[in-house]
């Protein structure tokens, strides 16, 4: 197996961090252990030679690939499902209430292969009911992966993602796929959902700022400053009284966010 020379090391995980905000400081082996086989694909001798190679002439396909090996891309549907509770008890009602326009602006930033965003939109055809054709309920959902994006709005799953999804829902919003223990989202579903690919080093520009924020189970691989930062980020583009939710083993500096805490891994901006 080939190793990874300290000075490859620091030029690549400082490539990393600086562009996509992801911090492998402390993951030597991991990249060793993760980027043998590419090195191998890509007719690289050594470590020192892909390094270079990445930070010179690398496609975006290449980048891709790069960091779909070295970061993970686990979730299934109702994931922490505290978030999920209190986004249809508390946050709906009040929404619905107050919201003149019928604009509901929701954002699943780090969507994964989008069980976050598929489950978002399942709740809220579910609270609206027959009264959903009257909304725009639309939700934003983005990640860096293009490839976790073509899965995501492909929008099959393997049955065990659904554990935790009452089995109406599961009838009602997707079909299953031939024989196997696979399922579909419905094109109603899918509609319901505009997946696009952003970096979430990038200065946030959509079009309006949004009542909800779900941010979970990305910040793990961030720093303090660059959390910090794109938490900042988030508050500019959060309408007053929306809402910030991130992973439940995340934590936000109350120091530096003017969020306020509400419960844990939920804060909102007065």
């Not at 602006?105 to 399942?122: H, M, R, V």
């Not at 109603?188 to 924020?213: C, G, Q, S």
């Not at 979970?216 to 583009?237: C, E, G, W």
Request: aromatic fraction near 14%.
């Amino acid at each position: 197996m080939n190793t990874l020379k300290e000075t490859d090391f620091v030029r690549l995980y400082t490539f990393i961090q600086k562009k996509y905000g992801i911090n492998l400081s402390k993951k030597k082996q991991l990249i060793e252990g993760r980027l043998n086989s590419t090195l191998f694909s890509m007719g690289f001798e050594d470590f020192g030679e892909y390094v270079e190679y990445i930070l010179t002439q690398s496609t975006e396909k290449d980048i891709e690939t790069l960091l779909n090996k070295l970061t993970t891309n686990y979730t299934y549907f109702m994931r922490e499902k505290t978030h999920f509770d209190f986004f249809s008890n508390h946050i709906l009602p009040a929404l619905v209430k107050n919201k003149k326009d019928k604009v509901l602006s929701i954002w699943s930033a780090g969507c994964s292969t989008g069980q976050e965003p598929y489950t978002l939109s399942i709740l809220i055809k579910e609270f609206l009911g027959k009264d959903a054709a009257r909304w725009d309920t639309r939700i934003l959902a983005t990640d860096i992966s293009q490839k976790v994006l073509l899965q995501a709005q492909r929008g099959v799953y393997p049955a065990e993602s659904f554990k935790d999804m009452p089995k109406e829902w599961l009838r009602t919003y997707f079909t299953r796929v031939g024989n196997a223990e696979q399922y579909e989202a419905t094109p109603e579903l899918k509609a319901n959902v505009i997946f696009r690919t952003f970096n979430l080093m990038d200065p946030i520009k959509f079009r309006i700022p949004f009542d909800v924020i779900f941010c979970r189970n990305v910040m793990i691989y961030f720093n303090q400053p660059t959390k910090d930062a794109l938490i900042n980020r988030f508050y500019h583009s959060t309408n007053p009284g929306g809402y910030l939710m991130i992973g439940l083993s995340e934590t936000i500096n109350k120091n530096s966010t003017e969020y306020k805490y509400v419960m844990p891994a939920i804060y909102r901006k007065l």
